[in-house]
């Protein structure tokens, strides 16, 4: 998945890649989820920026927006949710889409499988976070950077 976006950056594409932060702790969010800490990593122009654990949408437009998670979790299954927090809502529209999820089975006795998504285009508006969770109270996850990530490409 990288050579993708090393292709996006040759052409100076903005961008913003969250990396997990290991030297703090995952979170609980909410009541049956379990947050990353991120950390930023590599960006590019304005458009997109670190919001506490989230990513904020400055300048509207569509997006290739990828994640994945390092699971080291026993649980019979596990994987994570993309959400779109809108800051604009019309009407009885919802505020939270989710934009992908993710599920892998885990081996019990050698719990490690990662789990990313990504592929799709998306028009997100100015305001607008996306952010990662995972869909359980607790998870044991790596906290590393190359192994868990969340990030987005500015297309047009």
Known sequence: HEHVLV???TVAQPCLQLLANNSRRTFRKGAPHTGIPWQAGLRRGSALEADGDSMLVREEGFYFV???VYYMDSTF???H???RRK???VGDEPQYVILFRCIQNMNPVHPYNTCYTG???LFLEAGDHVELLIPRST???SL???TTFLGAVKLA
Request: proline fraction near 0%; charged fraction near 10%.
């Open 139 to 141: 998870a044991n996850v």
């Open 77 to 79: 299954a596990m994987g």
């Open 66 to 68: 990828y994640s994945q």
């Open 144 to 146: 590393f950077g190359d």
């Open 81 to 83: 949710v993309v959400i």
């Open 119 to 121: 592929g799709e285009l």
């Open 7 to 9: 292709y996006f950056l």
């Open 87 to 89: 800051r604009n809502v």
